[in-house]
């Protein structure tokens, strides 16, 4: 997850840059649930409205957050299927709030009237972020719901209204791409405190559906769109958080942004990539799935690493029995090909690997969705073939 406000904010005003901070433990997201109100195309959990057998108990839940607590982890993502559905979701948010993690929410918003934005409100939860794929014609036949998007939208009126802290995650492919700068605007209107922009990642529904994926052209105008939209945001006072996610390469994208606009603020910006340090999946972000099954990240739920049910999440992660895992926690991790020989491989750590691997079986092959050209990596023009690309982005790739 690369986060644009406070790199963009150093360009604006540079500063010293910060010792880098190594967090003690992981950030989880828990999919509490898998039983959802929506049937969305590209979800990763390929959740339906139906209970699924075997889900965690309260007091599974409750002895996994102790250990949780215990390794160090700091923040708690609860996630689904939709949460709000789980009938002891309040008791387990206000537990995870006195034993001081982070708490977000992760909700299609949907379920979300006055009463329950009071109480979501009133459990003090740090973050509530809601999924748009676009405005309302384009959100609504995306969640296959008529009326989806107005009924998200009231939610995180109502959230907002309430007190709470509400941000918008929005998954560009070519069939909204072209919703962008009105859910921008839209956010901009609504008093939105964050902007999660996410690309598509191969897993679950995603996977079915990866030849919608944004062509890199598409890629580079939405990466265009967001940096230009945060830099108006933080010129006129009005810092809002812009965020990126399942992309590495954009930090490399935003370098070479930097060196454009503001290079003489460049390599003070590369050095504050470096210490970021890329994708994270399998060190500082982790997850745990419906059934306790531990997971390298949300989109890897073809890997198991092991049940929390059989044995601690604190004895799992550190684990590097399994190939994938032993993998992401080298530095360098041992990939090949285009992303092993680029130049700004400490910057974004090979990318999400999860795409690599669905194209190709291999965990450590070239992420098909890195959007730079080789001139732009300083790589030998053409000597490093990619992985299939999907059929939008075949037809885009010289655009």
């Known amino acids: 997850m690369l986060r644009l406000t406070p790199y963009l904010a150093s360009l604006l005003h540079p500063m010293p840059l910060a010792p880098a901070r190594r967090p003690a433990g992981p ?12 049937t969305c195309q590209h979800c990763y959990s390929i959740s339906a409205d139906r209970d ?6 309260t007091s599974e839940v409750f002895a996994v957050m102790d250990d949780l607590r215990g390794f160090g982890v700091p923040v708690l993502i609860l996630s689904g299927g939709e949460p709000l559905l789980r009938a002891d979701i309040f008791d387990i948010a206000a537990r995870a709030k006195t034993l001081g993690f982070y708490v ?47 009924r998200a939208a009231a939610g995180i009126r109502l959230a907002r209204d309430a007190g709470m802290k509400v941000g918008v995650r929005y998954t560009l492919t070519e069939d909204n791409a072209a ?10 209107d609504e008093g939105i405190d964050k902007f999660y ?25 939405a990466m265009d769109l967001l940096i230009e939209a945060c830099l108006r945001h933080l010129r006129a006072g009005q810092a809002k958080d812009f965020v990126t996610g399942n992309n590495d390469a954009d930090a490399v994208y935003l370098l070479r942004w930097a060196h454009t606009h503001y290079p003489e603020q460049a390599e003070a910006l590369r ?10 999946s399998g060190v500082n972000v982790a997850n745990i799935d419906n059934l306790g099954n531990v997971h390298p990240d949300t989109m890897w739920w073809d890997i198991q690493l092991g049940n929390v049910r059989e044995r601690p999440f604190s ?39 999860v795409r690599a691997w669905a194209l190709t079986g291999d965990f450590w092959a070239a992420d098909p969705a890195c959007y730079l050209s080789d ?3 300083g790589l030998p023009p053409g000597k490093y073939a990619q992985a299939e690309l999907t059929a939008w982005q075949r037809q885009g790739a010289t655009a």
């Open 375 to 377: 001139a732009e990596l």
């Open 197 to 221: 922009f996410s690309h598509l990642n191969y897993a679950g529904r995603g996977n079915k559906h990866r030849d919608s994926d944004a062509r890199h052209a598409r890629t580079r105008w």
């Open 27 to 38: 950030v989880v997201i828990w999919n509490l649930i898998r039983r959802c109100n929506l």
């Open 315 to 353: 004895q799992i992660w550190p684990d590097v029995s399994h190939p994938l895992m032993a993998g992401l926690k080298q530095r360098p991790r041992p990939v090949h090909g285009r992303c092993g020989a680029c130049p700004h491989l400490a910057i974004c750590n090979g990318n999400t690997r």
């Open 271 to 280: 050095q504050r990539l470096l210490a970021w340090g890329g994708n994270a």
């Open 104 to 150: 977000g929410l992760s909700s299609n918003g949907t379920l979300i009237d006055a009463e329950m934005a009071a109480r979501l409100a009133g459990l003090g939860l740090d973050y509530l972020g809601v999924s748009l794929d676009g405005m309302a014609a384009t959100h609504d036949r995306f969640r296959r719901l008529e009326g989806g998007f107005a």
């Open 52 to 57: 699924f057998p075997g889900e965690l108990s």
């Open 179 to 188: 919703d962008l700068p009105a859910l921008l605007q839209w956010v901009d």
